[in-house]
């Protein structure tokens, strides 16, 4: 069992900046792979950022450029640096971790939202 909590969301005028930051406790040592989704209203939940064990990442074409996941192996912590928002920014930010057997995990989510 892997659990997830999420911290650092909040409200920030466009152009600004947050970083959120998932730590992970449990199995973590079965943890390959560590993810940032986001989920707007009405919308489906989308991949954000990708990172693996060897900190290889991968980025949505919405945030290239702007955001940028990084992790902490020593701290059990994934990060994710969000600058220049946007209000279409908007969203539940969930972190997601992916075991060697393919189970996933998710944490509770935290809200970002991005005033015009």
Request: include cysteine; aromatic fraction near 10%.
């Amino acid at each position: 069992q892997v659990r997830l909590v999420e911290s650092g969301g909040g409200l920030v005028q466009a152009g600004g900046s947050l970083r959120l930051s998932c730590v992970a406790s449990g199995s973590i040592f079965s943890i390959n792979l560590m993810a940032w989704y986001r989920q707007a209203p009405g919308k489906q939940r989308e991949l954000v950022a990708r990172i693996s064990r060897g900190a290889n990442t991968i980025y949505a074409d919405s945030v290239k450029g702007r955001f940028t996941i990084s992790r902490d192996n020593a701290k059990n912590t994934v990060y994710l640096q969000l600058n220049s928002l946007k209000p279409e920014d908007t969203a539940g930010y969930y972190c997601q971790a992916e075991d060697s057997g393919g189970f996933n995990y998710w944490g509770q989510g935290t809200q970002v939202t991005v005033s015009s």
